[in-house]
T-cell receptor
Framework: SQQGEEDPQALSIQEGENATMNCSYK?????LQWYRQNSGRGLVHLIL?????REKHSGRLRVTLDTSKKSSSLLITASRAADTASYFC???????????FGAGTTVTVRA | KAGVTQTPRYLIKTRGQQVTLSCSPI?????VSWYQQTPGQGLQFLFE???????NKGNFPGRFSGRQFSNSRSEMNVSTLELGDSALYLC??????????????FGQGTRLTVV
C-alpha cells in the first residue's frame, strides 16, 4: 500500500506558469522527499525536507511541509517544457531503509 | 562519477520462466534498494541491502529474491514469472549507512515484459 496520495493526478500548464502539486500521507514521518521521473525512466531526486522543517527552496522549486495536516506541496515556478514529467513524493518513517511513494502527479508544460 | 547502472534495460520473458536483473550502485555506495513500478500499483518497495545483508523486505511473494555481493553490486531474481510481474524494476543506491534522510540515486530501470 502507498503512504502518500498526490493531487492532482495530472496537470497541464503553459510555459512560464507555476505548477503546484500536493502530497498527503498517513503516518508520522522523519522526512519527505520529492522525485521527478521522465517518461518511465529512472527517478531523479529533487529535494528533501525533514519533519522539523516547514519550507525549503532549491532553484525554481519550493517545498512546504505541514506535519499537523500530514501534507506537503511542491511548487515549480516559471515552468519550462523540460519540466514535463511525473513528480512523486516519498516518505520515510524511520530506520526501515525504504521510501514509500505516492501515486505521482503528471505535469505537462505546453510551449 | 558513474551513476547507478541497471542491466539489461529491456527483457521479454515467458510465463513460468525466471529472470535475474542486475544493479551496480554508485561507487562507494553500500545501500542498494529495489522497487517495482506498475501503472496499477505505482512504486512498490521490494527490498534493501547493505553490506550483503538484507535489512528490509517489502510485501512481495517469495518468488522475488535478491542478493548483494561484496562489491555492493546487487541482483534480484524473480522465479516462475507471472503476467503481473510485467513492470519497470528500479534500483537505487544511497551513500553512508543508507538510512533515513539520505538521497536515493536511481538507475534507468529494467523494463520486464512477461508474455
Amino acid at each position: 500500500s502507498q503512504q502518500g496520495e498526490e493531487d492532482p493526478q495530472a496537470l497541464s500548464i503553459q510555459e512560464g506558469e507555476n505548477a503546484t502539486m500536493n502530497c498527503s500521507y498517513k503516518t508520522s514521518i522523519n522526512n519527505l522527499q520529492w522525485y521527478r521521473q521522465n517518461s518511465g525512466r529512472g527517478l531523479v531526486h529533487l529535494i528533501l525536507i525533514r519533519s522539523n522543517e516547514r519550507e525549503k527552496h532549491s532553484g525554481r522549486l519550493r517545498v512546504t511541509l505541514d506535519t499537523s495536516k500530514k501534507s506537503s506541496s511542491l511548487l515549480i515556478t516559471a515552468s519550462r517544457a523540460a519540466d514535463t514529467a511525473s513528480y512523486f513524493c516519498a516518505t520515510e518513517t524511520g530506520t526501515d531503509y525504504k521510501l514509500s511513494f505516492g501515486a505521482g502527479t503528471t505535469v505537462t508544460v505546453r510551449a | 562519477k558513474a551513476g547507478v547502472t541497471q542491466t539489461p534495460r529491456y527483457l521479454i520473458k515467458t510465463r513460468g520462466q525466471q529472470v535475474t536483473l542486475s544493479c551496480s550502485p554508485i561507487s562507494g555506495h553500500r545501500s542498494v534498494s529495489w522497487y517495482q513500478q506498475t501503472p496499477g500499483q505505482g512504486l512498490q518497495f521490494l527490498f534493501e541491502y547493505f553490506s550483503e545483508t538484507q535489512r528490509n523486505k517489502g510485501n512481495f511473494p517469495g518468488r522475488f529474491s535478491g542478493r548483494q555481493f561484496s562489491n555492493s553490486r546487487s541482483e534480484m531474481n524473480v522465479s516462475t514469472l507471472e503476467l503481473g510481474d510485467s513492470a519497470l524494476y528500479l534500483c537505487a543506491s544511497r551513500s553512508g549507512q543508507g538510512g533515513e534522510g539520505t538521497e536515493a540515486f536511481f538507475g534507468q530501470g529494467t523494463r520486464l515484459t512477461v508474455v
